[in-house]
Every structure is written in structure tokens, then in C-alpha cells.
């Protein structure tokens, strides 16, 4: 599978490994999922799961797992994962050097980096699945 070209910075793969340590399968990685959309071209979401799942590839980051289904791995090429903290939000934000800024505001003439925050609060937690 095609491998994407991904930068995570420290403070991301702190919160990444944070989230699986404490999570119902500490034993498993982040599942990234990102697809187009939102003002500055991601929406995204993240579970921890035990394994990948169908047609996810794991990228090892510092030892950490990475899960990312196609479309994200796509999108993700040449993308920087960064965690930002604020005293009104936290979250993921991915920085596309690639990217075009948005185009809902003309202020400005320079075109900053395409940026995209995913909140602490998307979090979701999966009930483990008991054969009976």
C-alpha cells in the first residue's frame, strides 16, 4: 500500500499516544480518518482502535501505530499533523504547504498554509465486541 508522506510533530504524537494509552485498547493506534471538506479543505475524525481495519494501512510513527484508510492517506501526503492548544479549543490541526488558502476572506494577499482543527471533543469510544 501507498505509504503518504506525513510529518507529525511532537506535540501531536504526545496527544496521538496519549489518547491510545488511555484508551479501552492502549495496546492499538489512532485511526485517522480525513476526507475533504470544511473551510480550509479537511473534516476529520479519530478513534482508537486494536487493529486496522479494512483497507487501512499502519504507518509507524516513533514506534507509534497509525491507521489511515485510503482516501486519507491521499489526502494526507505531504501534510504536517500538529496538535494546537488555546484557551477556547483544542485539537489537531493539519498544515498542507501545498494547499490554497480559503477563499471566503480577501485581506489579505498572502496565502497562508491550508489549516484544519479537528476538537478534543470529536473523540469517540467503541464498545469492545463480546462473542456470545
Sequence with gaps: MLQPNVTVTAAAEKFIRRMVRFSVNPTGGFRLTVSPGGCSGYTSEFTVEAAPLAN??????????????????LMLDGVTIDFAETPTSSGLTFINPNAASCACSSSSD???PAQ?????????????????
Design 116 to 132: 484544519a482543527t479537528v476538537s478534543v471533543s470529536s473523540i469517540t469510544r467503541r464498545s469492545p465486541v463480546v462473542a456470545r
Design 110 to 112: 498572502a496565502a497562508p
Design 56 to 73: 487501512d494501512s499502519e504507518v509507524d510513527i516513533n514506534g507509534m501505530k497509525l491507521y489511515l484508510p485510503a482516501e486519507s492517506r
